[in-house]
């Protein structure tokens, strides 16, 4: 009896299978995200062509892609992309690891969310713009008080979202891991932290994406490279060619990097049995 | 391999509610135990007092005559539980902390044949059936080579047919595995299919109601059993009797 009822069948196998059928590579689908974009430009053509607002106002779409390019040419792009990636990676690296101290802490510990979470949940509804005066202050204009500005920004969305991930674990499964013995450490690197992985990319993906509204706030307030210093410049030379060059790279960059990182979040929570967004599968 | 789990005097209250005993038992060191009774009547609550997930009100649970400890104990939870982001292999190594290497992997191979599920060991969790997942959860349950299993409403949320395969798999376990194992269960055949020995609880507060060894009532309980069979019959219509009476003179035995 037990060799029959012991062997899996076929059957379970196939029915147990079916979430692991990879995705047919190469499906091609209709990239329906450009429409929207396709729209504005042609609308935007259509308004700047027709003359109905100026030139010194709005320049033609074809304008912004020469800007680009000749940026681009003489090199000065690449050093202010350059500049703003690097503010934006250390505030983002130092951003997020402290929210994931903070947010491991206060989620795992209760003594620990006492302790700081009152005071993390006050400075979290300082605007941002609030700190610039005292980080000057404290660490002059250059590039250390951009990066702490960021650091800020990022700081928060990683925080909130760990600390509710590590908070939120179904008791069930931290129950598995006590009738195995696990202490406290234990349950929070091999149960509650692992559990929480989709809520912490989560808020890195959000933590970047402030990332790159801070920094362009950092840089608008005094660089002499960057983005920012791009947007700046551009009112200030009346080009309203470079300050749309600017907010295109702005836009296609923070695309690119939350692209990047939502490949990096799909691989590590592959494990999870939801529905994909992006393909429509279950 | 030997040692008895005794429990004294327990009860159990979750605040001004009494949930189970003053309860004494004594759960021989082999063979299956199912405690039976309807929803409330304080079974779940006794095994986890058992593991050790929640601490008596009173009285004590002892194996060998010290507490137990939580390396001694595979506990099968009514839902696999397994960890989403393991495999099946490192779901059921999640139990072996203490064992590295070539013995874990032993450990677990045996565990997962034990069930019949050692080809399985690279799927994740998403991709098993119910009946397989909760195989999984038994394996991990058994891979540390626990002194006590306690198996709480395992096969509650399957289907018919997968339910009667897992109660195949929890007889074979329990005929090649040593081990004082409980089974918590709300169905009397299974109960009477399973175990060794039947103990009915009625509450709340969770008191014992009827307490028999099945093997000494009546040789009908040899296995392999027949549901058919008269005095399988007959001790399904007393045990209907007892948890509906709750009558204290069911505590004795029946006779056969």
Redesign the interface.
């Known amino acids: 009896?037990?060799d029959k009822?012991?062997?899996?069948s076929a059957a379970?196998?196939t029915?147990?299978?079916?979430?692991?059928m990879p995705v047919a590579a190469g499906t091609w689908r209709w990239p329906l995200g450009i429409i929207l974009p396709a729209i504005c430009i042609f609308a935007w053509q259509l308004v700047a062509g027709l003359g109905w607002v100026g030139p010194d106002l709005l320049p033609s779409p074809l304008t912004v892609p020469q800007t680009i390019v000749g940026m681009a040419r003489d090199g000065t792009l690449w050093i202010d992309i350059g500049a703003t990636a690097h503010r934006l990676a250390f505030g983002f690296l130092f951003g997020a690891a402290a929210a994931t101290l903070a947010g491991a802490l206060t989620g795992a510990f209760a003594y620990g969310r006492r302790l700081l979470d009152p005071m993390l949940q006050a400075l979290r509804n300082v605007p941002s713009l609030a700190w610039v005066p005292l980080f000057i202050i404290w660490f002059g204009i250059y590039d250390v008080s951009k990066i702490l500005l960021i650091a800020v920004g990022v700081f928060f969305p990683v925080y909130l979202n760990l600390m509710n991930g590590i908070a939120g674990v179904d008791r069930?499964?931290i129950?598995?891991g006590?009738?195995?013995?696990?202490g406290r450490l234990?349950l929070l690197l091999?149960?509650q932290l692992?559990?929480s992985?989709p809520a912490y990319l989560t808020g890195l993906r959000g933590g970047l994406g402030l990332g790159w509204m801070f920094v362009a706030s950092a840089e608008m307030m005094g660089a002499s490279n960057g983005l920012g210093f791009i947007l700046t410049n551009g009112e200030e030379v009346g080009r309203p060619d470079q300050v749309i060059a600017a907010i295109f790279a702005f836009a296609l960059l923070g695309k690119a990097t939350d692209w990047v990182l939502a490949q990096g979040a799909r691989r590590l929570?592959a494990?999870?049995?939801t529905i994909t967004l992006e393909s429509g599968r279950t | 391999m030997t040692q008895h789990v005794h429990i004294a005097g327990l009860t159990k209250a979750f605040g001004a509610a009494p949930a189970l005993g003053p309860l004494s038992l004594t759960l021989a060191a082999e063979g299956l135990t199912a405690i039976i009774g309807r929803s409330g009547s304080g079974k779940s609550t006794l095994l986890r007092c058992l593991a050790g997930l929640e601490q008596p009100s009173q009285g004590s649970v002892t194996l060998g005559g010290a507490p137990i400890r939580p390396d001694l104990v595979g506990y099968v939870f009514q839902e696999p539980r397994l960890m989403p982001w393991l495999n099946v292999r490192q779901n059921v190594a999640f139990g072996l902390r203490h064992l590295h290497g070539k013995m874990r992997d032993n450990a677990v191979d045996e565990a997962l044949s034990l069930v019949g599920l050692l080809p399985a060991g690279d799927l994740l969790p998403k991709q098993l059936s119910g009946g397989m997942a909760q195989r999984v959860a038994l394996a991990r349950a058994l891979a540390p080579k626990p002194e006590i299993l306690l198996l709480d409403e395992p096969f509650s949320a399957l289907d018919p047919l997968t339910r009667e395969q897992m109660q195949a798999h929890v007889l074979h376990v329990s005929q090649h595995f040593k081990a004082t194992m409980v089974l918590i269960t709300h169905d009397m055949d299974e109960a009477l299919m399973l175990a060794t020995r039947v103990i009915a609880l009625r509450g709340p507060p969770g008191r014992i109601v009827a307490d028999w060894v099945l093997q000494r009532e009546s040789t009908a309980f040899n296995f392999p059993r027949d549901r058919g069979h008269e005095a399988f019959q007959r001790f399904r219509r007393r045990l209907t009797e007892a948890l509906e009476a709750g009558a204290d003179a069911m505590q004795t035995a029946l006779p056969a």
């Not at chain 1, 009822?5 to 899996?8: C, D, N, Q, T």
Request: glycine content about 6%; proline content about 6%.
């Open positions: 009896m037990a009822v012991l062997a899996p379970e196998f029915a147990a299978g079916r979430d692991a069930k499964l129950e598995v006590r009738v195995h013995g696990y234990a091999r149960v692992p559990a992985l929570i494990w999870q049995d």
